[in-house]
Nanobody, 126 residues
Framework: QVQLVESGGGLVQAGDSLKLSCAASGRAFSTYTMGWFRQAPGKERDFVAADVWGDDNIHYADSVKGRFTISRDNAKKIVYLQMNSLKPEDTAVYYC???????????????????WGQGTQVTVSS
């Protein structure tokens, strides 16, 4: 399993941008599907975006499509989440997740990811 550490969260105003980073340690990073999830207070952990291992097949939640971009650098073992045009409803703790050989049909369920970071808080004020 890989170990994950997120960074880049903060307090911003609506319309601003933030870029989250997730640094991984461990072997065979390229064999992991990398995902971003978020959890607001009192709510479930929701899928945000994922980059499927092998072919970089990328998927987004409808709520962030066109505003967020996930990318990965396998050589550096880092995955990013660029967040533009942020809205107050984007406020949440954002988690990076990794699932080895995880297939596309399983990426939206957090239970299918075996490794998680500690989370980073993103707060968007109106």
């Amino acid at each position: 399993q890989v170990q994950l550490v997120e960074s880049g969260g903060g307090l911003v105003q609506a319309g601003d941008s933030l870029k989250l980073s997730c640094a991984a340690s461990g072997r065979a990073f390229s064999t992991y599907t990398m995902g971003w999830f978020r959890q607001a207070p009192g709510k479930e952990r929701d899928f945000v975006a994922a980059d499927v291992w092998g072919d970089d097949n990328i998927h987004y939640a409808d709520s962030v499509k066109g505003r967020f971009t996930i990318s990965r650098d396998n050589a550096k073992k880092i995955v990013y989440l660029q967040m533009n045009s942020l809205k107050p409803e984007d406020t949440a703790v954002y988690y990076c997740a990794a699932g080895q050989y995880l297939l596309l049909r399983r990426i939206r369920d957090p239970r299918n990811f075996g490794s998680w970071g500690q989370g980073t808080q993103v707060t968007v004020s109106s």
